[in-house]
């Protein structure tokens, strides 16, 4: 039977062996958190979070209450930490799920009831700017120190981890250095005074890579468990997501035909043109228009005209085809295919909005 749907194929195999050379990185007391969030950039949380409790994985990061909860009701193992902020009217359902929040404003306690327990995580932002307690001066440790005395004195927050983010770990050595000295005036003044906040962690996947001293209790790995590395650090990982269409027509054109809309380009020679059915509609961005190339069985081939809602064309003259084979967007680059890393290079933009741009009419397909 031919199936020409499009998919992204998700590889659990190359998932697993990414975090088990994560692991091998980093010190064996160290923990990793599995950043899901954003349906897994696009991989799909729930298949990626079951293989991530496969090989013992118990701590993982979502942005949303739902995608928490999407979590809990399929089973998954272990603490889940909301990133961003929920609504007061939402902590019961937190609590019901046994989900973990993340503490950035004070303000939030004040809407628990008195009966109404939950677990925390405080964000500290040192340079960032985002939510988080403010803290980019050494003049606001002592009160952010202050602050979480008063946060530990609450009958009903568990204290479960403290945590920053870096605003530009890979390209920015002393901005990250600047933060991590921050952090560690406050972390410094918790121990010596014996205040226990749980797990302490500030590492994404490059300052994991980059910056040893950043690991502390554990590590929150997103990018790079997806297979894409964008420091200068060696480690074995491999892509987890392919995405591909399928060849859907072909036809002759003559030198001087059009194609696309716009008429944006134009044969320069007779030619054969490769009709494939993705589009900007299922995340292939419109922006690589007569840009970029993909892949048709080993040989990469140009998108020539606009790309279309549904549709892309492609220059198959000089390439062996049988009409309905796959034609790879990105993928395995030791395959002779695109990477993620040349598609965002075309778009001067970052790998992360490659990924979640991938859409729904894109069906995920597991693949070991």
């Known amino acids: 039977m031919i199936d020409i749907n499009p998919c992204a194929e998700i590889n659990l195999t190359n998932y697993k062996n990414n975090l088990q050379s994560i692991k091998s990185f980093i010190k064996k ?18 298949e990626i979070s079951k ?13 949303t209450l739902e995608e928490g909860i999407e979590l809990r009701e399929n089973n998954i193992i272990g603490e889940i930490l909301i ?45 960032l700017s985002r939510n988080g307690f403010y803290m980019q001066h050494l003049e606001n440790v002592k009160n952010i120190y202050n602050l979480i005395l008063n946060v530990k004195s609450i009958r009903n927050v568990e204290l479960r981890g403290i945590y920053t983010h870096y605003a530009s770990a890979e390209s920015n050595e002393a901005f990250t250095v600047k933060q991590l ?48 590395n964008i420091t200068n650090i060696p480690i074995n990982v491999h892509p987890v997501m392919r995405v591909k269409g399928t060849l859907i027509q072909e036809k002759n054109i003559k030198a001087g035909d059009k194609v696309g809309y716009g008429l944006t380009y134009t044969a320069k020679s007779d030619l054969i043109v490769g009709i494939v059915n993705l589009g900007y509609a299922d995340g292939i961005s419109r922006q690589l228009s007569n840009k970029a190339y993909f892949t048709l069985n080993g040989t990469r081939v140009k998108c020539i005209g606009r790309i279309s809602m549904d549709v892309l064309a492609i220059d198959i003259t000089n390439c062996s085809y049988n009409l309905y084979d796959d034609v790879v967007i990105f993928g395995e680059p030791n395959n002779s295919e695109i990477s993620v890393n040349q598609i965002s290079k075309i778009l001067k933009t970052i790998h992360y909005e490659v990924l979640c741009s991938i859409g729904n009419r894109v069906k995920r397909k597991i693949v070991y």
């Open 29 to 46: 007391d160290v923990k990793i958190m599995a950043i899901v969030k954003a349906n897994a950039y696009g991989h799909g949380a729930v």
């Open 51 to 63: 293989a991530a409790n496969e090989i013992g994985i118990r701590h993982f990061g979502v942005a």
């Open 83 to 127: 990133f961003g902020q929920i609504s007061p009217n939402e902590i019961g359902k937190a609590r019901d799920f046994n989900l973990t929040l993340t503490l950035s404003d004070i303000r939030f306690l004040g809407y628990l009831k008195p009966d109404e327990k939950v677990k925390i995580h405080i964000k500290i932002d040192t340079g």
């Open 181 to 228: 000295t921050l952090f560690n005036k406050l972390i410094s003044m918790l121990k010596t005074n014996a205040i226990d906040c749980g797990l302490i962690h500030t590492s994404n996947s490059a300052a994991t890579l980059l910056y040893p001293e950043t690991h502390f209790d554990m590590v929150r790995i997103g990018l790079l468990s997806y297979g894409i």
